[in-house]
């Protein structure tokens, strides 16, 4: 991608992705050394996209930083940040705190690591990551922080357990349903016999974090997101990764299981019954809507806007499962072009043969003009073939463009903030009946 | 105002030796602050907060017409997905039916650019932004990164200025120049008279193409009045002000807030500017009035009954006014003294805390007193002589109110919370959920689309209360549910024992 201005950014800074990350790790406390504005900005932004996500233990307002001024930019900030990684020990308690870097230590150059390693002798359960905002965006804040887990706090293991994995792909914040998300997919996979360690969910714990180093696999559940973490593990710990769309729905959700029992040589017959069961389960609830599905023709043209997980995860579920028809894909985070015959693959290799026009653009703007690149204008033509009934899948940023071309509208991916979300996951069988209950609901609301 | 011939506008913190670090009774602080005592103090823990970054984002973004670019990493600038919402309210208000929202761009400098420097990269984001958007005006706001590796803004923007049309606007809020947030204001405000507000008169141009016209438009300026809203002020709290200015026969010219460009152009030509906090707009005001001879008013936050009253008051006086607005006084505190009479008796002997910016702290304790409630602490997130008036209205009720001057930082919060144990905490967004999560009722002190300012703001805020205290399961059950983060010990000791320094400067 071009090294361009943005427009409304979607995503936060790798600072801000690093503190989402950390806070949502179990008994996690992060130690910002940052300006004090990082810490308002995170959270601001966090609030306004990620479904009303809350501080949570010690994040928001709560986060310790170091709060640097003019005068520690000039001699440098490491004295002011021992002072604060000092108290915040004393006064805060955790089970592992994690020193993050905004934009202006990195850049004067403040030694963190050295500090790290001094308390680690005397005893602190502490790590450092460098997470300046200029390094990227949240998801590269996700990778980095949970990189200095495998390489700072993960403890070696000789042995490897055969059916133990970590689940990474599925970024906190930037994935407003990650909670919900990563629990669908730890739970599909718990049916397969599979131990996972997914780091964020109830289920997980700061000590089954440090013992991870013995799982057999990483599985990313995404083709972006968590891959250099997923080679940190591999790096330092011997444990191979492997990668697999984001799923969504019974068509791409039963792909993904088949990956991953092939890659840890999980008996066949154990995979088919359950791809049957959860297929049977879908078919129990879907049974129920097709009536209205057919009398109410809530077959849709759709726009499908979202980060590399979600444009194709959706696109894939709303054409093979729901048959819809998404004319139009937007793929907001930054993809190499190297990177983008992932993307294609997915939409190439659509049961439904549906053809999808790819676009790579984040600017809302710019997404309009797109639009009106592939679907012909209104015109003043007695009988024209437009865009409807259509419906936009995308970001709260794509409600003005809805309405304008009179589409509907669903907010999936980031940012959310015209929606709240507590424990709502699309990944999986049992997640894409929800996004079919949300997706038919906003049409079902006009009657 | 030398300060004008300057890039960027002084620190509040030169300025007007603003501190953000106290602790103690509420009596206690004049002192300290006179002698300068209180300056060069700071936290040996201390939580994120907010710079002086997120209040110009709220106001510039919420301008008509107006493109704003935050020029600087990825990050900053994402709190307008979260501020964004009362600009969206604000564009519906004015008839727009399919708002857009903040309208805003990030120059996104990365790695490359913090080693070669990200000027061609703003130049290139105005130059597409003023083909992309033709908008009015364009607003360049520098962050951190730009304000350490030396990229020239002003020089940036004067190289481009000839091939665009929108007016820019380079303005100066780099997070760590100042650790009083409110130096965003004067920021915004110097950047919009040095490169907007040029005292150009429409009626010398042939505006008005009679003479007639030209002394119509003399006569509606002796009556046309600069109110001064805030971003925390909400569509409500501006229609109270400006029914209550209009009974005076006054029209408004409001900005900065969802204001368009004009508003500034016209802003010289107002009979008076009226400030609605001091601690916001003086730095504005008072250049309109040595520049372009306009008066103001600004010592009075219209928030409370007695202060809104004393707000009308000052700006009567300035106009000639005062029988109006003592007949307007009069009628309308009778009228809210009848509606709440049925409200008060909830809310008696009940106690509070209040958070926020300075002004808006003092003058929303200051209307809890007066409905009979009692006030337990009071943290404004900063300090300066504008506070000074209300602090002494509050000390001269109950000189042992605590007053812990600090931009958030819960965890001094949760200890007096603790130890005080209010009924109602009112306090900024983002900081409420700290009180919420220690049991303790919650009203927001500003937004929400409610209405907080003049007479239907001291109503609206009894009603709110009576309702808050009506109901406090969810507070608290949630407090019984999760736990603070600070260990058992905080609770024992001394909440201030954090802040340190604070000996005169040398």
């Not at chain 1, 409807?388 to 071309?405: K, T």
Request: with cysteine; aromatic share 8%.
């Amino acid at each position: 991608m071009k090294n361009k201005f943005v427009e409304r950014p979607r995503t936060f800074c790798a600072l801000g992705g690093a503190l989402i990350t950390a806070t949502a790790l179990p008994d996690v406390i992060p130690i910002m050394h940052a300006v004090m504005g990082c810490g308002g900005s995170i959270y601001w932004n966090q609030y306004g996209s990620t479904g009303y996500l809350g501080a949570g233990y010690c994040g928001g307002l709560a986060a310790p930083s170091s709060n640097i001024q003019e005068k520690d930019i000039v001699f440098g900030g490491v004295e002011r940040l021992e002072e604060q990684a000092r108290s915040t020990i004393g006064l805060v308690e955790g089970g592992l705190y994690i020193i993050m870097t905004g934009c202006t230590p990195d850049i004067i150059g403040d030694d963190i690591h050295s500090l790290v390693r001094k308390l680690q002798a005397e005893g602190a359960n502490i790590i450092g990551a460098e997470t300046g905002g200029f390094r990227g965006d949240g998801y590269v804040g996700y990778d980095i922080v949970l990189s200095a887990l495998a390489k700072g706090f993960v403890t070696p293991k000789g042995r490897r357990k055969t059916k133990k994995v970590n689940l990474l792909g599925i970024v906190p914040g930037q994935d407003a349903f990650w909670r919900g998300n990563l629990i669908k997919l730890r739970s599909l996979l718990g049916r397969l016999g599979i131990e996972v360690n997914s780091f964020f969910t109830e289920y997980d714990s700061l000590d089954g974090i440090k013992g991870s180093g013995d799982a057999s696999l990483s599985i990313v559940a995404s083709e972006f997101f968590g891959v250099k973490a997923a080679r940190e593990f591999e790096s330092a710990h011997g444990i191979p990764y492997c990668e697999s769309p984001f799923p969504i729905g019974p068509a791409a959700t039963e792909i993904f299981l088949r990956k991953i029992a092939a890659e840890l040589k999980i008996p066949r017959r154990l995979v088919d019954s359950l791809v049957d069961e959860e297929t049977k389960n879908y078919f129990r609830y879907v049974e129920r809507i097709a009536d209205a599905y057919n009398d109410l023709d809530w077959q849709r043209h759709a726009v499908v806007v979202g980060d590399a997980n979600y444009a194709p995860a959706i696109t894939k579920f709303i054409a093979d499962d729901l048959g819809w028809l998404p004319e139009i894909m937007v793929v907001t985070s930054p993809v190499g072009e190297e990177d983008e015959p992932k993307i294609n693959r997915v939409v190439e290799d659509l049961e439904s043969r549906c053809p999808v026009h790819v676009v790579y653009e984040s600017d809302p703007t710019e997404i309009k003009k797109h639009f009106w690149k592939y679907i012909p204008r209104r015109t003043d033509a007695l009988h024209q073939d437009i865009f409807s009934p259509g419906f936009v899948i995308g970001s709260h940023l794509e409600r003005e463009f809805a309405s304008d071309i009179g589409a509907d509208h669903l907010t999936v991916s980031s940012p959310v903030g015209n929606r709240v979300v507590l424990n709502r996951g699309y990944a999986g069988f049992d997640g894409s009946l929800s996004l079919i209950e949300d997706l038919l609901s906003v049409i079902a609301f006009q009657r | 105002m030398s300060y004008i011939d300057a890039k960027a506008a002084p620190r509040r913190e030169d300025r007007l030796g603003t501190c953000i670090e106290f602790g103690g009774l509420i009596g206690d602080i004049a002192k300290p602050f006179c002698e300068g005592c209180l300056k060069n103090r700071s936290r040996a823990f201390s939580q994120g907060t907010i710079c002086q970054l997120l209040p110009a984002l709220a106001i510039l973004t919420s301008l008509q017409e107006t493109v704003v670019i935050a020029h600087g990493a990825i990050g900053c600038g994402g709190a307008v997905h979260s501020l964004g919402s009362s600009v969206r309210l604000g564009q519906w208000r004015s008839g727009d039916k399919n708002p857009k929202g903040a309208l805003w761009l990030s120059t996104n400098l990365n790695e490359q650019d913090v080693t070669s420097g990200g000027e061609v990269k703003l130049r290139e984001a105005i130059l597409e932004a003023d083909r992309r958007y033709r908008p009015d005006a364009i607003i360049i706001l520098s962050t951190c990164v730009p304000g350490i590796i030396g990229d020239d803004i002003d020089s940036v923007t004067n190289d481009v200025k000839d091939q665009i049309s929108a007016a820019l606007l380079p303005v100066h809020c780099e997070g760590f120049k100042t650790k009083v947030m409110a130096t965003a204001y004067d920021a915004i405000f110097h950047s919009f008279l040095r490169n907007v507000v040029d005292g150009r008169d429409e009626t010398d141009f042939g505006v008005y193409d009679n003479e007639a016209a030209v002394a119509a438009e003399a006569i509606r300026r002796k009556r046309l009045v600069n109110l001064m809203n805030v971003s925390s002020m909400t569509g409500p709290d501006q229609n109270e002000l400006t029914r209550l200015l209009n009974k005076l026969g006054l029209e408004v010219n409001m900005l900065p807030c969802d204001a368009h460009p004009d508003a500034f152009r016209k802003a010289p030509f107002a009979a008076l500017s009226i400030g609605v906090c001091p601690t916001h707009d003086d730095y504005f005001m008072s250049y309109l009035e040595e520049k372009f001879g306009v008066p103001f008013v600004g010592g009075q936050m219209p928030i409370g009954i007695e202060n809104t009253g004393t707000w009308l008051r000052q700006v009567a006086a300035k106009l000639g006014l005062q029988e109006t607005a003592e007949r307007i006084i009069e009628s309308e505190s009778a009228e809210l003294n009848r509606a709440l009479e049925p409200i008060l008796p909830s809310l008696k002997g009940r106690t509070a805390m209040l958070s926020a910016g300075e002004m808006r702290t003092l003058a929303t304790a200051v209307l809890l007193q007066e409905l009979g409630m009692e006030i337990l602490a009071v943290r404004p997130y900063h300090y300066d002589e504008f506070g000074a008036v209300e602090v002494e209205k509050l000390s001269g009720i109950n000189p042992s109110i605590r007053l812990n001057v600090a931009t958030a930082q819960p965890f001094e919060a949760v200890n007096m919370i603790n130890r005080a144990k209010p009924d109602l905490y009112i306090g900024h967004n983002s900081d409420n959920v700290w009180a919420a999560k220690c049991g303790v009722s919650v009203l927001p002190i500003y937004g929400t689309n409610s209405i907080y300012s003049g007479y239907a703001g001291a109503y609206d805020i009894a009603r709110r209360i009576r309702r808050h205290l009506a109901n406090t399961s969810f507070n608290d059950k949630l407090s019984r549910n999760v736990r603070q983060p600070y260990r058992k010990n905080w609770y024992s000791e001394d909440p201030f024992k954090y802040i340190k320094g604070g000996e005169l400067s040398a």
